[in-house]
C-alpha cells in the first residue's frame, strides 16, 4: 500500500505536519459532527499521551479518557498476544449509559469513541475504521512530538 | 286620548238622571216638554255610545300599536288613529318582504350545503369502499404471509421428520459407538428443530398435528416435553406424577407447552442447576404441573404480574418479541387453546411456572382398551421403525401394549402397572429367541439406565427401603442375559410408581439409609422413566415417525452382536480401569471421567429414545457404574463409583423436597463436580446463547443487547474498513497517476 510513500510525503517536513495536524482536527471534528450519539474521541498514542481529542474538552477530562483508552489498548494487546489471537481490531466496553469503542490505529496509537448508549455503534465503526484506515499512517511517533509539542 | 273619552261618557252618564227626570217630569206636565226630553236623552244616548265606540277604538288601536297610538294621541283622535293604524300595517308588508329575501337567501344556503352534504357522503362512501378494500387487502396479505409460514414450517416439518426418520434408519444399522453417538445427538438436534418448526405454526396460528384419539399417559406427555429441549439432562422428572391420562387431542399441545417452559427454565438457570418438573393432582380435579428451576427468576414484580397478565390472554398481541418472549408466546396460545392457566410463581430463587390443566383434559383412569391402543399405536411406530419384533420393541408404549395385550383389560391404565409388567415379559422372551436377545441386551441398557440407580443404591445399602430385590435388577441389566432375574426389575418399578410418594419407602429402611434411599428413589424412577420413554406422543403423531418405540427398537435393530450399551460397557469398562485400583477420591475422579464419557454417550439414550426421554445427569453418572459392573467385576468395583452416583443422585435427587446440603453424604460434592463435567460434554454451550431467548429475562436480554451491539459494531468496522482500503486504493491510484 501507499502506506510508507504517504508516510514519507506526511512526514518529512514539518510543513506537512501541520497540514496533517489540521487535517486530523478538522476530520476529528468532523467525526463527532457526523456520527450522531458520539460523545467524545480521543486518540491517544502508543505510550498513552492524548494526541487529539474532539469536541475541546477540559485537559482533565480528555487525560482521562486517554488514560483507560491506552489502559484497555494495552490490556488487549497483551491479552491477544498471550493468546495469540493476533491483533486486536477491536475493543468495546458497553456500559449502560454508553459505549467505549476502542480501535488500533496506525503502529500502537489507539482511537478512542465514547459514545451515548442509544448511538449506533454500526455508525460509528464505520466512522471509526474510515477515520482510521484516512490517518492511520499519519498517526506516526513523528507526528506525536509535533502535536504534543 | 282614551281617558277623555271616559271622562265624557261619565259626564254624559250624570248627565243622563237629570234628563230621565226631566221626561219623568214631562210625563206628568206636557207631552210637549216631554217629547223634548226625549229628543235630548235620546242624543245623549247617542253620544254615549259615540263615546264608548270611539274609546273602544282607540282602544284597540292602542293595544295594536302603541307607538301609533301616542303619535294618534298627540295630533287628536278618529282619523289620525285609523292613519297610525294604516302605517303599521305598511311596516308588516316590508317586515314580511324582507323575511321573504332571507327566506330565500336561506333556502339557497341550504341548498348548497345540501348540496355539500352529498358531496360529502360519496366521498365517504368511496373512503369506506377504500378502507374495505384495504382492509381486505392487508387479510389477504397476512393470510397469505401466514400462508407462506405456515407452508415454509409444514415443509421444514416435513424434512425434519424425513431427516429423522433417515436418522433413525442409520442409528438402526450403525454399530460404532462413536458414530452413533453423534447420530444421537443428531437425533436429538433435529427434535428441537421439529420443535421450533412447531413454534413457528403456533405463531402463524395452525396446527399440524392431527387430533389423537387415544389418551395418553401423563408421564409419557411429560417425558416427551422433557425430550424436546435442548438441555434435557437438566431437568428431572418427578417420581410421584399422578397417573393419568392427558386426553388425545391436548397431548400434543400440552407437551408442547411444557417444553417451551422447560427451555426456558433450563436456559434462564446456571447450566449446573436442575430443572424439577412435578405434577399433582387438587382437589377440583385439575392437574397442576410445575417447572421450578433455580435460575436468576424474573426481577421486579410488575414485571412478573406484566408476564402473568399476558400469559393470561388468549391472543397475547402482535409483537411476540416484545414484553413477551417468543417461548411464552407460543405458552399462552396454546394455553388459549385448551383453556390451560399459566401462571409464572416467584420463589426465594428462581421461578415457577404453574400449568393447571382443567379436569376436562385429564383422564383419571383409562378403560385398559384405551391403554392397549396407545399402547398399541406406540408399538405400531415402533415396527414401523423397523424394530424387530414388535413386542420386544421396548419403550413404554410398547411396553405398556405388552401389559395391556397380556393383561386385557386389567391394564386399567395405570402407565405404572404398565411399565412394570413387561419386565417379565420381556425377560421370558430373551430366554426364548434368540433374536430378540440383542433386543433385550440392548435394551437392558436402556433399563439399566434406569437401574444403575440402583446399584449405588444397593452399594449404599439402602436397598432395604424398596424392598424388592433391587440387587436382581441391577444385575439384570448388568448382564443382560441373565434370565431369572426379571422379576426384580419388574416388581421394583413397581414398587416405587405404585406406593406414590417415595417417602412412603424410606421409613421402613434403616435410618441411615433412608436419607440417602430417598433421593436415591427419585432418580431411579427417572431414571426408569427415560429408560422406558418409548411413546413419545410427539413422535408418533399418526405412526408416521417411529415413536420412541421405534426409536428404542433401532436400538436393537442390529441383530444379534454388539448391543450398542455393550460397546458403551467395554468402553467405560476401559475408562474406569483406574478408577478400580484407585482410593476413593481417584476412583471418583475417574468415575467423573468415565462419566465424562458417559455423558458423551448418553445422548444416545435419550436421543435414542428418540422420543426422547431424557437421561439426566445422574444417568448419566450412573452409567460407569454400569459399565463397570458390566466389565466383570462387579463385586469388587463400584463401590467407589456406586458411592459417588449415589452422593450425586442424593444431591441432585432432591433439590425441591430437602436441601441439597442435608444428608448428602461426603461423596455429594465430588460427585456434583463430577456431574458437572459430565454434563459439560453432553450440553455444550447451552447457556442461554444459544437457545431462544424465551423468557425476557434480564439476562437474556443483555445477551441480545450485546449480540446486537457487537454485530453492528463488527458491520460497521468491515465496512468501514472496506471504505477505506477503497479510499487508499483510489488515492494511490490517483498518487501514481500524478506521478508519472
Redesign the interface.
Known amino acids: 500500500m501507499g502506506i510508507e510513500r504517504a508516510g514519507s510525503r506526511y512526514v518529512n517536513s514539518t510543513a506537512d505536519h501541520r497540514a496533517a495536524i489540521s487535517s486530523l482536527r478538522w476530520m476529528l471534528d468532523n467525526f463527532t459532527a457526523e456520527v450522531p450519539g458520539v460523545r467524545s474521541v480521543v486518540v491517544v498514542s502508543a505510550d498513552g499521551l492524548p494526541l487529539l481529542a474532539a469536541p475541546p474538552q477540559s485537559a482533565a477530562a480528555g487525560e482521562q479518557l486517554a488514560t483507560v483508552v491506552s489502559g484497555i489498548g494495552g490490556l488487549t494487546n497483551g491479552a491477544a498476544d498471550v493468546m495469540d489471537g493476533g491483533r486486536v481490531k477491536q475493543t468495546m466496553v458497553a456500559m449502560e449509559d454508553g459505549c467505549l469503542v476502542v480501535m488500533q490505529a496506525g503502529d500502537g496509537s489507539m482511537l478512542g469513541v465514547l459514545t451515548e448508549p442509544d448511538c449506533d455503534l454500526s455508525v460509528a465503526a464505520y466512522h471509526m475504521e474510515l477515520f482510521v484506515g484516512r490517518v492511520g499512517h499519519v498517526l506516526t511517533p513523528g507526528l506525536r512530538g509535533e502535536l504534543t509539542g | 286620548m282614551a281617558a277623555c273619552l271616559v271622562v265624557g261618557a261619565a259626564v254624559l252618564a250624570a248627565g243622563a238622571p237629570g234628563l230621565v227626570g226631566a221626561v219623568r217630569a214631562g210625563h206628568a206636565a206636557d207631552p210637549e216638554r216631554r217629547a223634548q226630553a226625549a229628543n235630548t236623552l235620546q242624543l245623549h244616548g247617542v253620544l254615549l255610545a259615540l263615546c264608548a265606540l270611539l274609546a273602544v277604538g282607540v282602544v284597540v288601536y292602542a293595544a295594536r300599536d302603541p307607538l301609533g297610538a301616542g303619535e294618534g294621541g298627540e295630533s287628536g283622535e278618529g282619523g289620525e288613529g285609523g292613519e297610525s293604524a294604516v302605517d303599521g300595517d305598511g311596516g308588516g308588508a316590508d317586515r314580511t318582504g324582507a323575511a321573504a329575501g332571507a327566506r330565500a337567501e336561506l333556502a339557497a344556503v341550504r341548498a348548497e350545503l345540501a348540496a355539500a352534504r352529498e358531496h360529502h357522503v360519496a366521498e365517504r362512501d368511496s373512503l369506506l369502499r377504500e378502507r374495505a378494500a384495504l382492509a381486505e387487502r392487508i387479510g389477504g396479505l397476512q393470510a397469505g404471509v401466514q400462508g407462506t409460514f405456515v407452508g415454509l414450517s409444514r415443509r421444514t416439518l416435513g424434512l425434519v421428520e424425513r431427516q429423522l426418520s433417515f436418522i433413525d434408519e442409520l442409528e438402526a444399522h450403525e454399530q460404532e459407538p462413536g458414530t452413533l453417538d453423534t447420530l444421537f445427538r443428531l437425533d436429538h438436534l433435529a427434535a428441537c428443530m421439529r420443535r421450533h418448526s412447531e413454534n413457528q405454526l403456533v405463531l402463524a396460528g395452525a396446527d399440524h398435528r392431527g387430533t389423537r384419539r387415544a389418551h395418553v399417559p401423563l408421564i409419557d406427555v411429560l417425558r416427551a416435553a422433557v425430550g424436546e429441549i435442548e438441555s434435557y439432562q437438566r431437568v428431572v422428572l418427578s417420581p410421584d406424577v399422578p397417573q393419568l391420562h392427558v386426553t388425545g387431542f391436548a397431548s400434543a399441545d400440552v407437551s408442547h407447552l411444557l417444553a417451551e417452559l422447560l427451555e426456558n427454565a433450563t436456559s434462564c438457570s446456571p447450566p449446573e442447576s436442575e430443572v424439577l418438573l412435578t405434577g399433582r393432582l387438587l382437589g377440583t380435579g385439575d392437574l397442576l404441573l410445575v417447572v421450578r428451576d433455580e435460575g436468576i427468576g424474573i426481577s421486579p414484580p410488575e414485571r412478573l404480574d406484566a408476564l402473568n397478565a399476558r400469559l393470561a390472554e388468549a391472543d397475547p398481541g402482535p409483537a411476540p418479541g416484545e414484553s413477551l418472549g417468543l417461548g411464552l408466546y407460543v405458552v399462552a396460545r396454546l394455553a388459549a387453546r385448551h383453556g390451560v392457566r399459566v401462571e409464572l410463581r416467584r420463589r426465594e430463587r428462581g421461578l415457577d411456572a404453574e400449568v393447571r390443566l382443567p379436569a376436562r383434559l385429564s383422564a383419571g383412569a383409562v378403560g385398559g382398551g384405551d391403554g392397549a391402543v396407545s399402547a398399541g399405536g406406540a408399538a405400531g411406530g415402533g415396527a414401523l421403525g423397523g424394530a424387530v419384533a414388535g413386542g420386544v420393541a421396548v419403550g413404554g408404549g410398547a411396553v405398556g401394549g405388552a401389559a395391556a395385550g397380556r393383561g386385557g383389560g386389567a391394564g386399567a391404565a395405570d402407565a405404572s402397572a404398565g411399565g412394570g409388567e413387561p419386565g417379565p415379559g420381556r425377560r421370558p422372551g430373551v430366554a426364548g429367541e434368540g433374536v430378540r436377545d440383542p433386543g433385550v441386551g440392548v435394551r437392558a441398557p436402556a433399563r439399566a439406565r434406569g437401574a444403575h440407580d440402583l446399584a449405588p443404591v444397593r452399594d449404599g445399602g439402602c436397598d432395604g427401603a424398596h424392598g424388592t430385590a433391587p440387587v436382581p435388577h441391577g444385575g439384570g441389566p448388568a448382564r443382560p442375559r441373565g434370565g431369572p432375574d426379571g422379576p426384580g426389575p419388574g416388581a421394583v418399578r413397581l414398587g416405587p410408581q405404585r406406593s406414590a410418594p417415595p417417602d412412603d419407602d424410606g421409613p421402613p429402611a434403616p435410618a441411615p439409609a433412608s436419607a440417602t434411599a430417598r433421593p436415591a428413589a427419585a432418580p431411579r424412577i427417572g431414571g426408569w422413566v427415560r429408560a422406558e420413554a418409548g411413546m413419545l406422543p410427539r413422535r408418533d403423531p399418526g405412526g408416521t415417525m417411529s415413536g420412541g418405540a421405534a426409536a428404542g427398537g433401532a436400538v436393537h435393530g442390529p441383530p444379534g452382536t454388539a448391543p450398542v450399551p455393550a460397546a458403551v460397557a467395554r468402553h467405560a469398562a476401559a475408562a474406569d480401569g483406574g478408577a478400580r485400583t484407585g482410593d476413593a477420591p481417584t476412583g471418583e475422579t475417574a468415575t467423573g471421567e468415565t462419566a465424562t464419557r458417559g455423558a458423551a454417550l448418553a445422548p444416545p439414550v435419550p436421543g435414542r429414545a428418540a422420543a426422547g426421554h431424557p437421561p439426566p445427569g445422574h444417568d448419566t453418572l450412573a452409567r460407569p457404574a454400569l459399565a463397570d459392573r458390566a466389565a466383570g467385576d462387579g463385586a469388587q468395583g463400584h463401590p467407589e463409583p456406586g458411592r459417588a452416583v449415589a452422593g450425586r443422585a442424593t444431591g441432585g435427587g432432591l433439590p425441591t423436597a430437602a436441601s441439597p446440603g442435608g444428608g448428602t453424604p461426603p461423596g455429594g460434592t465430588p460427585a456434583a463436580g463430577v456431574r458437572t463435567m459430565a454434563a459439560a460434554p453432553a450440553a455444550p454451550a447451552a447457556p442461554p446463547m444459544r437457545t431462544v431467548p424465551a423468557q425476557p429475562s434480564r439476562q437474556a436480554v443483555d445477551a441480545r443487547?450485546?449480540r446486537r451491539?457487537?454485530?453492528?459494531?463488527?458491520?460497521?468496522?468491515?465496512?468501514?474498513?472496506r471504505?477505506?482500503?477503497a479510499?487508499?486504493a483510489a488515492?494511490?491510484s490517483n498518487?501514481q497517476g500524478a506521478g508519472t
Open positions: 443487547e450485546v451491539l457487537l454485530g453492528g459494531l463488527q458491520q460497521g468496522s468491515r465496512d468501514g474498513r471504505a477505506a482500503a479510499e487508499a488515492w494511490e498518487e
